[in-house]
């Protein structure tokens, strides 16, 4: 079982609408969490932390559930830009960082 | 510099040959990690520096891998005797500090190809 695990989609959303992504992690001390974005052949950038009692960014909601071991990435009011792939990425005690092998999102005028 | 930088941006090698790939990070930052991005997969984690120490080499696939820091600056990536499993994107990325919260920055990667 991978450390990280996400739906890879793709999403294929129109304009407008909202979409929500799920990741699972495995290992319960996990102590930070992050959702990157990459676009196509480009570097992954941080979009947005995680913390644990939800937190908002703009059209971005991320929450966390340490209990169910997810965490949840909804994008309302989607942008033709919003298309990319979403990366959830999860960080133990351990200096390691790691990263989900990504939801892909395509919306559509 | 202003960000991440790696080089060569591209690489071809001939099965067999040895290859080092560079990252430059961002002044002053303490963590510098290498990731290996195969198509349609996310970053899977190779090694990670503090400073000159490699604190965690558990990602290497094989012991044809190797890092080094030697300055606690700019770190090689070297593969020996490159196999065609090797074909991939390697991402360096740095990091202020190892504080729990803190964002990785990324260079733009090195896409290796072995033939």
């Known amino acids: 079982r991978k450390e990280v695990e996400q739906d890879p989609g793709p999403f294929n959303v129109p304009e407008g609408a909202t979409v929500a992504f799920n990741c699972t992690y495995s290992?319960?001390?996990?102590?930070?969490f992050f959702w990157y974005r990459q676009d196509c052949r480009k570097e992954p950038k941080l979009l947005m932390s995680?913390?644990?009692s939800g937190n908002e960014d703009g059209r971005f909601t991320a929450q966390l559930n340490r209990a169910s071991q997810y965490i949840s990435l909804l994008i309302r009011d989607s942008k033709l830009s919003d298309s990319a792939t979403y990366l959830c990425v999860v960080k133990g005690w351990s200096f390691k960082t790691i990263f989900g092998a990504g939801t892909r999102l395509f919306v559509k005028a | 510099g202003a960000g991440v930088s790696q080089s060569p941006r591209y690489k071809v090698a001939k099965r067999g040959q040895d290859v080092a790939l560079r990252c430059d990070p961002i002044s002053g930052h303490v963590s510098l990690f290498w990731y290996q991005q195969a198509l349609g997969q996310g970053p899977e984690f190779l090694t990670y520096f503090q400073n000159e120490a490699q604190l965690d080499k558990s990602g290497l696939p094989s012991d044809r891998f190797f890092a080094e820091r030697p300055e606690g600056s700019v770190s090689t990536l070297k593969i020996q005797r490159t196999q065609q499993e090797d074909s991939a994107v390697y991402l360096c990325?740095?990091?202020?500090?190892?504080?729990?919260?803190?964002?990785?920055?990324f260079g733009s990667g090195t896409q290796l190809s072995v033939l």
């Open positions: 290992n319960s001390a996990s102590q930070s």
């Open positions: 995680v913390y644990s």
């Open positions: 990325a740095s990091s202020f500090s190892s504080e729990w919260g803190e964002k990785l920055f």
